[in-house]
T-cell receptor, first 112, second 113 residues
Framework: GQQVMQIPQYQHVQEGEDFTTYCNSS?????IQWYKQRPGGHPVFLIQ???SGEVKKQKRLTFQFGEAKKNSSLHITATQTTDVGTYFC????????????WGLGTSLAVNP | DGGITQSPKYLFRKEGQNVTLSCEQN?????MYWYRQDPGQGLRLIYY???????QKGDIAEGYSVSREKKESFPLTVTSAQKNPTAFYLC????????????FGEGSWLTVV
């Protein structure tokens, strides 16, 4: 269906290590969005990817959209304790673009 | 300051009581949404509104009600019919009704005892 699968569900890293979370769909996506939610906070929009093969960077964060527009990844280089939180991907509902379908998120813990 | 304001941030209620969560936005956004988030879980859509005086049920609307009488306001009532109301409630809005790029309020923690 239109679900998006996010893996891994949890990731524990040492500060300075890299981190990657993946978002996969069985159907082609018109776009994919990424959000970050800090512990106790609310989700904050990070980025939207629209084009096939698109790569965007935000400082240590690199976002990729697959060539087939069915998957996406978020890679963090040299994690810091400020990266702690849950990262969600979300896709527009193909039949009704008035709501997003959310992945279950990847929770990142960083040991200082 | 522009943004989405939710109140109260923390709320305790006795079982069987209705409670209304406030959500106000001054971003001039057409669309507004209510999500529920349980600890360690993802986001589940309760209700959404594309325009004033119109709203649609999301995936878990049972036990909830909303109104959209003004563009900037989208209050959520958690009724006594909601079996497990204790959760974190997030209000959100987007510029247009296409669901892209959602902006969230800070959330309301509801505990029913």
């Amino acid at each position: 269906g239109q679900q998006v699968m996010q893996i891994p569900q949890y990731q524990h890293v040492q500060e300075g290590e890299d981190f990657t979370t993946y978002c996969n769909s069985s159907t082609t996506l018109s776009n994919i969005q990424w959000y970050k939610q800090r512990p106790g906070g609310h989700p904050v929009f990070l980025i939207q990817l629209v084009k096939s093969g698109e790569v965007k960077k935000q400082k240590r964060l690199t976002f990729q959209f697959g060539e087939a527009k069915k998957n996406s990844s978020l890679h963090i280089t040299a994690t810091q304790t400020t990266d702690v939180g849950t990262y969600f991907c979300a896709r527009p509902n193909a039949g009704n673009n008035r709501k997003l379908i959310w992945g279950l998120g990847t929770s990142l813990a960083v040991n200082p | 300051d522009g943004g989405i304001t939710q109140s109260p941030k923390y709320l305790f209620r006795k079982e069987g009581q209705n409670v209304t969560l406030s959500c106000e936005q001054n971003l001039n956004h057409d669309a507004m949404y209510w999500y529920r988030q349980d600890p360690g879980q993802g986001l589940r859509l309760i209700y959404y509104s594309q325009i004033v005086n119109d709203f649609q049920k999301g995936d878990i609307a049972e036990g909830y009600s909303v109104s959209r009488e003004k563009k900037e306001s989208f209050p959520l009532t958690v009724t006594s019919a909601q079996k497990n109301p204790t959760a974190f409630y997030l209000c959100a809005s987007s510029p247009t009704a296409d669901g892209n790029t959602i902006y969230f309020g800070e959330g309301s923690w509801l505990t029913v005892v």
